[in-house]
């Protein structure tokens, strides 16, 4: 069924001249357009602190979407042309009554969303004046809603404050809390291939899974990202977000529907199943590390603690491991290992299942006296997003042998889905009113108490996270952490794509 065009509404975005709304913002309403999606009844109303009018924010918008590696040029593009036409802007201080008068001036359509891509102390804030000033409510069948970026709390306590504090203004159903891990094709995939797939599901619990891993592994460092990274580390910047996405989608039960409901409360259900652990798990199910000075791709990497605007004696983590459970009937058992770090030798962000090894080798008379490899399922989330499945089967010749070989798919072999940036669903997805790709208060909270007792945990250490090379997987101590279970991480990089032209070995041999 071909999605419908957007209805009538202003988009609203605080932060407009900040790096979210011209990066990704408005490259995506520019694809929206060109697919027909979006037409000349959106309008852009940006707000932000620095001074300027309407055109200073169009000539800004111009000149950083002619730099892109496909340049967006108003004179060449259509949707682009049409577009900046229809953004304004007001500059003002989000903390006075002024600036919501004047937005309300410029609000000619019913339908409005208001876009926080602002630092996140403003996000209460600034819920609370547009409520005071009538903005957010909904009359004569007009919807009003929120979008908000992470980071959504810091912890368990100030997520539960923040959602208290929303939602005493408006209700859930007008909140549209963003992941963009949501927005990419691949994560969005999971639910398909699991729920489309009997062959799939069938096997998807503790009987045949040993275990899963979740990876998202970065090549570029912190960079000039010093200040907001040393006080957040790669624990609450990618885990109770990004990693746990991945995880509730893997996790869940099948859904009464495939309604927003219906996918939020089983993503939730997940997510709360996680195991809690005390002080003393803690310890035992997490590890973490920071990067050293060193060269990656030929680039000179500054030590994370020598980085612009991160304190020398910082003891915050630019990697992690856990170790977690989901207490669940379905996955008794079945440790689920999450890591992510920054400065490391691929850009790999993949789900990894393991299935159990076959109960013994039958092949005994043969050449295949050893444990046969156990079957994995690899979802490529980026890059080049797919999904392959490792078997076994018979190598050729005269006695039985086994090999392992991967069923590959690969959306870019399928599929020409063009260049688009990932926000491309969730800002129409906001548009039509359908929140299954956004957050629900519960499964952020749920999300947050599980990592709580690590939080707590390196609040209190003095010890510092161990070192790792850049251009490396990560600290020993995060190999350890998995081989103490008999089991290794999967190499990062390694998806096929990676492994350029095969060798074809030779049947028969000469
Ligand atoms: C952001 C984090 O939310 O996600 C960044 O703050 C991280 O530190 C980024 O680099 C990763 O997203 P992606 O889409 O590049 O994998």
């Not at 190999?479 to 070995?505: C, T």
Request: hydrophobic share 40%; charged share 25%.
């Amino acid at each position: 069924m071909d999605a419908a065009p957007i209805p009538p509404a202003t988009l609203v975005i605080f932060g407009a001249t900040g790096d979210l709304t011209r990066r990704l913002l408005i490259p995506a309403i520019i694809n929206l357009t060109r697919s027909g999606l979006v037409g000349d009844d959106l309008k852009i109303l940006g707000v932000g602190i620095e001074p300027g009018d309407d055109a200073s924010l169009v000539a800004r918008l111009d000149s950083f979407l002619a730099t892109l590696s496909e340049p967006i040029r108003p004179e060449t593009d259509d949707a682009w042309r049409r577009l900046r036409q229809r953004v304004s802007y007001i500059s003002g201080d989000f903390t006075q009554d002024a600036i919501f008068l004047e937005i309300k001036k410029h609000l000619t359509s019913c339908n409005a969303a208001f876009y926080f891509a602002v630092p996140p102390q403003f996000f209460g804030p600034l819920v609370e004046k547009l409520h005071a000033h009538g903005l957010t409510t909904e009359a004569d069948g007009c919807f009003r809603r929120i979008a908000i970026e992470k980071p959504f709390g810091t912890d368990l306590a100030s997520a539960r404050a923040l959602n208290a504090h929303i939602l005493s203004n408006i209700s859930e159903n007008q909140v549209y809390r963003l992941d963009h891990f949501l927005g990419k094709e691949t994560v969005q995939n999971i639910l398909t291939a699991r729920f489309a797939n009997m062959m799939i599901e069938s096997l998807w619990n503790n009987n045949y899974i040993d275990h899963v891993q979740i990876s998202a592994a970065e090549i570029v460092d912190v960079g000039t990202r010093g200040k907001f990274y040393d006080a957040t580390g790669a624990l609450r910047d990618m885990i109770p977000n990004h990693l746990f996405q991945l995880l509730a989608m893997i996790a869940m039960e099948a859904p009464n529907g495939f309604g927003a409901e219906a996918i939020r409360t089983e993503k939730s259900k997940a997510l709360s199943a996680l195991r809690i652990y005390t002080p003393e798990e803690a310890v035992s199910h997490a590890v973490r590390g920071a990067y050293k000075a060193g060269t990656l791709d030929g680039r000179d990497i500054t030590a994370f603690r020598e980085t612009k605007d991160v304190s020398p004696d910082s003891n915050t983590e630019t990697y992690v491991a856990l170790k977690l459970y989901v207490d669940t009937w379905r996955w008794a058992g079945v440790p689920f290992y999450l890591r992510t770090g920054k400065a490391l030798k691929a850009r790999d962000t993949e789900v990894v299942i393991t299935f159990k090894q076959v109960p013994f080798a039958q092949f005994r008379k043969t050449d295949v006296n050893r444990l046969l490899p156990a079957n994995k399922m690899v979802i490529q989330v980026q890059p080049d997003e797919g999904l392959s499945v490792e078997i076994s089967i018979k190598s050729p010749g005269l006695s039985v042998d086994t090999v392992p070989v991967s069923l590959d798919f690969r959306y870019a072999d399928e599929f020409d889905i063009g260049k688009m940036t990932g926000y491309e669903s969730l800002l129409y997805d906001l548009f039509i009113g359908d929140q299954t790709l956004f957050q629900r208060a519960d499964g952020i909270e749920a999300g947050w108490a599980a990592v709580q007792p690590f939080l707590d945990m390196w609040a209190k250490s003095s010890e510092t996270p161990e070192a790792y090379a850049p251009g490396s997987s990560g600290p020993s101590c995060a190999d350890e952490l998995i081989r103490r279970d008999g089991r290794e991480w999967h190499q990062l990089g390694e998806a096929p794509h990676n492994q350029g032209p095969k060798l074809l070995k030779k049947y028969p041999p000469n």
